[in-house]
């Protein structure tokens, strides 16, 4: 598909825990917005056993002060409109869990602030991106990526 042609089919990615975490929290700016792009059905977040069990542990830090009722809620604006998908454990080309779920949930993107993830992920044949980059992409109105 050419950039900038729109399609009813979202971009289908993964989010490492950085991304969906400030995603959850943020009200303003690309977080925010790329928030509303999965809300709004043009971003399909993919999510596994392993990356979701990172959420959750990465949402019980005790910085963050979240009680178990404020735990749940910040899901709920995630988990309804993520894509479950099956992980074959130890399955694929990296033990990286985003990069699994990548390959078995068929990602168009992963967006990551890890260099060293997105430097795998563009090794496979996966485009990569920071969160920033990724929401700038997606704002400028390519509603999917090639």
């Known amino acids: 598909m050419r950039a900038g042609r729109r399609s009813r089919q979202p971009t289908v990615v993964v989010l490492d825990t950085a991304p969906v975490l400030a995603a959850l929290f943020q009200n303003e700016g690309p977080a925010a917005r790329l928030r ?3 809300q709004a059905g043009q971003v399909a977040p993919l999510l596994s056993a392993a990356t979701a069990q990172e959420l959750l542990a990465a949402l019980a830090f005790r910085r963050f002060k979240l009680s178990a009722a404020e735990r749940e809620e910040l899901l709920g604006d995630l988990l309804p409109f993520a894509r479950v998908v099956q992980v074959e454990p130890g399955t694929g080309r990296s033990a990286n869990a985003q990069l699994q779920l990548a390959g078995a949930g068929q ?5 990551s602030d890890d260099g060293l993830l997105r430097k795998e992920a563009q090794k496979q044949g996966l485009a990569s991106s920071t969160l920033d980059a990724f929401v700038s992409l ?3 109105g390519i509603s999917r990526f090639p």
């Open 138 to 140: 997606f704002s400028s």
């Open 36 to 38: 509303h792009a999965w």
């Open 107 to 111: 990602a168009d993107w992963l967006v």
